[in-house]
T-cell receptor, first 114, second 116 residues
Framework: DSGVTQTPKHLITATGQRVTLRCSPRSGDLSVYWYQQSLDQGLQFLIQYYNGEERAKGNILERFSAQQFPDLHSELNLSSLELGDSALYFC?????????????FGPGTRLTVL | GNSVTQMEGPVTLSEEAFLTINCTYTATGYPSLFWYVQYPGEGLQLLLKATKADDKGSNKGFEATYRKETTSFHLEKGSVQVSDSAVYFCALSDRAGGTSYGKLTFGQGTILTVHP
């Protein structure tokens, strides 16, 4: 158990809908990262927050957004869903945001868009 | 930009065989290098890491050495077990221009299956 929790574990929805994925980092970790894992794209970095502020963006679509709240949990919002958004979404946390800092991954949310 | 290339998989071995999974990288700055492992139905777990050239990371019998001259971080284990069957990801986190935000760039993953 990494100490990072993600809810829900599975999510099935229809095209055009909007969903919210939730992540609670390990106690004491200030940095939260979101990654998408799909068969065709592999594991890709989406976005990072540090202590409530957005710090880095990767290959995140404009239909997707995220935020980190004062209690440090984070939410990833996916809207106008398309079939191609079906993937595993992982959240990871680390104490700081340095290149050498270990990131601890949650179990992921499997999103299926029908 | 940054990139990580892993050897083509899947890899199938018999128990107690020697394992090597090749990983090479391209980075603009001074990366830290990681190996993560993903067991079926689970998230990623850090296996080992190295933060500077010539460092050796090791854990659970696995080892990898950060080779700056060959831009490589190959994973090795002397004697694999059935329980090592999983997907292995090589990754880097770069620091460039004094900025380091820790985001990971992953290789495509290598599926390892170990038979008794």
């Amino acid at each position: 158990d990494s100490g990072v929790t993600q809810t829900p574990k599975h999510l099935i929805t229809a095209t055009g809908q909007r969903v919210t994925l939730r992540c609670s980092p390990r106690s004491g970790d200030l940095s939260v990262y979101w990654y998408q894992q799909s068969l065709d794209q592999g594991l890709q970095f989406l976005i990072q927050y540090y202590n409530g502020e957005e710090r880095a963006k990767g290959n995140i679509l404009e239909r997707f957004s995220a935020q980190q709240f004062p209690d440090l949990h984070s939410e990833l919002n996916l809207s106008s869903l398309e079939l191609g958004d079906s993937a595993l979404y992982f959240c990871a946390s680390s104490v700081r945001q340095g290149a050498g800092d270990t990131q601890y991954f949650g179990p992921g949310t499997r999103l299926t868009v029908l | 930009g940054n990139s990580v290339t892993q050897m083509e998989g899947p890899v199938t071995l018999s128990e107690e065989a020697f394992l090597t999974i090749n990983c090479t990288y391209t980075a603009t700055g001074y990366p830290s290098l990681f190996w993560y492992v993903q067991y079926p139905g689970e998230g990623l777990q850090l296996l080992l890491k190295a933060t500077k050239a010539d460092d050796k990371g090791s854990n659970k019998g696995f080892e990898a050495t950060y080779r700056k001259e060959t831009t490589s971080f190959h994973l090795e284990k002397g004697s694999v077990q059935v329980s090592d069957s999983a997907v292995y990801f090589c990754a880097l986190s770069d620091r460039a221009g004094g900025t380091s935000y820790g985001k990971l760039t992953f290789g495509q993953g290598t599926i390892l299956t170990v038979h008794p």
